[in-house]
């Protein structure tokens, strides 16, 4: 009532208003229709009671939904609804759908790995892996923990459960969707797992027409970093770049695998006030650090939504017989066409390895003259000079950096050689000075296949370098009587994804996984 006599008040008063400036009769009857119209959505979108969310209720929406630790239905991993209801997969909307008005956002996103850290064929057959590992010890429910962060809408809506109870959605295949990062209001980095919170059963409150009518409460609600400050900070970042196997899963204790959150919460970046959005979502992180060590000055905040990582294997769309297609798990959604996208891919792996680039420094420290018959000695340093956190980081009992010394005389004699790689095999030098996390089963055998529900201990065959830190690692070789001087040194420091044993016993792959050049240094040796 209180409604309909404020919209009489408007339509009197603009109806005097209109006859004093003497417009016709229909001209006055349609402005007068546009202003109710206004001010009945007005009304409705700003003070009519919202809608209630579309959460699903275990047991009454979702039956035999297995939750075999507590009545957390997302546990062992941490991502949490804020009304504590799963999603229906019927309402909530796809990258496609946001594409329709940010289209270049969406461009950017769909090159990038948060599209696929669910779909990629990787990632897919790791969990395969684990769960068939556990397939006694309720193995699926366990993968909640890995999809907290790799699939989150498939766990928020109970997908991952041993009985197929919810039927499937667009949005599944997504990844980290739109969606999951624009409704989460709270965060716990220390925690780890998906430690999100995301208000998701409340966005059926816009339809297109509302988007379309009040922007701006959209973008409110869509959470703007204007509108939420969490969109701009770490803190949402280390929410799933902690990974801390719970005890649901195996163990006694808790095990911290990924620390990433914590490497930057350590550094200089965060006293700062570098946060990790300010590098990995600017156009190019490697122009970002370049300008930040040139000028010690924090470069302009841009936004992009590549989310430029490491993983150059997903984003080269010049391997052959579209081995790229096949890893990300199929082509994009969209409307993009294959070109398109595959140039898009190409340019997302060109700000990958100059991301790379950017991260280290290598330093050889050698004589000037050496003689014939004598032992020498070289140091070769790197510096972690671009990364803001610990180099490598992630999960390294995959993601490896490795240092390759080579030293020739004048004749291109070879006379040391240390870090080397078979590019028919894929296996690197096994005495080479190598970044890399052993992971040991109950039975200390070592794991390279990534089933983290299994491990019983780890260790580094070399510590990670923290972010401004360095590593210096000493070499000797003979100089043999006949060495041609003057000697050349020659360092590169290398990259790799992952273990060529994952490749082969986990993918089934007849595909060497090649490394990149992070970075290269060289100087020569007189000989006396």
């Known amino acids: 009532m209180r409604l309909a006599l404020i919209s009489e008040d408007w339509r009197i008063s603009y109806t005097i208003q209109l006859k004093k400036l003497r417009l016709n009769k229909p001209t006055r009857f349609l402005l007068i229709g546009g202003v109710i119209s206004a001010i009945a959505l007005f009304a409705a979108i ?17 039956p035999f939904y297995s939750m075999p630790w507590n009545d957390n239905p997302f546990a062992p991993g941490n991502m949490q609804t804020t009304d504590g209801k799963l999603l229906n997969n019927a309402d909530i909307p796809s990258a496609e759908f946001c594409a329709q008005c940010h289209q270049p956002e969406y461009r950017e996103w769909i090159s990038s790995i948060h599209a696929v850290t669910g779909p990629d064929i990787i990632y897919e057959t790791a969990i395969s892996n684990n769960e068939l590992a556990h397939k006694n010890r309720h193995g699926t429910e366990k993968i909640r923990w890995c999809d907290s962060c790799h699939e989150p809408v498939n766990l928020l809506m109970g997908e991952i459960n041993p009985l197929p109870v919810v039927g499937p959605s667009p949005v ?7 969606i999951v990062c624009h409704t989460a209001v709270s965060a716990d980095p220390l925690a780890g797992n998906g430690a999100l919170t995301l ?32 969109m701009g900070s770490s803190d ?69 939504h590549r989310f430029v990582g490491v993983n150059y294997l997903l984003t080269d769309s010049n391997l052959p ?55 020498a000695n070289l140091d070769v340093t790197i510096a972690n000079s671009g990364a803001g956190h ?18 020739t005389d004048a004749a291109g004699k070879a006379l040391y050689h240390s870090g080397w790689f078979d ?106």
């Open 236 to 304: 949402f970042c280390g929410a799933c770049h902690t990974e801390i196997r719970p005890v649901e899963v195996n163990g006694n204790e808790p095990m911290h695998l990924q620390n990433t959150f914590e490497e930057w919460q350590d550094s200089e970046y965060a006293e700062k006030n570098i946060q990790c959005q300010d590098c990995h979502m600017h156009p190019d992180p490697a122009a970002f650090i370049s300008q930040l060590n040139e000028t010690g000055q924090i470069p302009e905040r841009i936004v992009s």
């Open 46 to 62: 700003f003070l009519l009671p919202k809608p209630q969310g579309t959460g699903q209720v275990l047991n009454e929406d979702i």
């Open 423 to 528: 590019d028919k095999t894929g296996q690197v030098d096994p005495n080479a000075v190598i970044y890399l996390k052993i992971l040991t089963d109950k039975n200390g055998a070592p794991i390279y296949e990534h089933i983290l529900f299994d491990v019983e201990k780890y260790h580094y065959t070399r510590d990670p370098i923290p972010a401004k830190a360095s590593d210096t690692i000493p070499y000797s070789f003979t100089v043999p009587a006949d060495a041609q001087g003057p000697l050349k040194v020659e360092t590169t420091l290398w990259y790799r994804l992952a273990l060529q044993e994952f490749v082969i016993y986990s993918l089934k792959m007849d595909v060497i996984l090649p490394p990149v050049m992070m970075e290269q240094a060289s100087a020569e040796i007189s000989t006396r």
């Open 321 to 375: 017989s579209n081995l790229v297609t096949y890893l990300r798990g199929g082509l994009p959604p969209g409307g993009i066409s294959t070109d398109e996208w595959k140039a898009d891919l190409l340019e997302q792996n060109r700000l990958i390895l100059d991301l790379l680039q950017a991260a280290a420094d290598l330093s050889i420290s050698a004589p000037e003259s050496v003689s014939p018959n004598s032992t």
């Open 199 to 230: 208000d998701i059963n409340n966005i059926n409150d816009y339809t297109e027409a509302l988007i379309m009518a009040a922007p701006a409460e959209h973008a409110r609600a869509m959470q703007a970093k204007s509108h939420n400050p969490l």
């Open 390 to 407: 610990s180099l490598p980081t992630g999960p390294l009992d995959q993601r490896h950096m490795w240092l390759e010394v080579k030293v």
């Open 172 to 178: 599944t295949a997504e990844g980290t969707t739109c």
